[in-house]
């Protein structure tokens, strides 16, 4: 698995304790969107599923989250951040069968000193 990225602190709280916020610099996001094949593919190989959990779900969706996470710090680190504040992670299921899974991450970089 690739590395999440440059080191860009990222915490849910909006502020960091022992840290002042020098500047704002704005809202950042990530997304990352899981396609219906994925679905009827993990579902296919039942097998992995051990006690109601299914590995192979959990590792794409894990996947996703990493992408949709590397993309939030790559966007901080462009507007000159060096962190991102009140974290947000969501799972959204799109389309109208619920074909794809649409993982998002959002927040505000800033630059701490």
Known sequence: MEPLGPAVL?????????RKIREFLGVVTGEAVLGAHLFKDIFASIVDIVGGRSASYEQELRKARDVAFREVRQEAMLLGG???VGVDLDYEVMGHSGG??????????????
């Open 10 to 18: 990222m915490t849910t709280t909006p502020n960091v304790e022992g």
């Open 82 to 84: 060096n962190a991102v």
């Open 100 to 113: 794809m899974l649409m993982v998002s991450v959002s927040g505000t970089a800033v630059v701490l000193d």
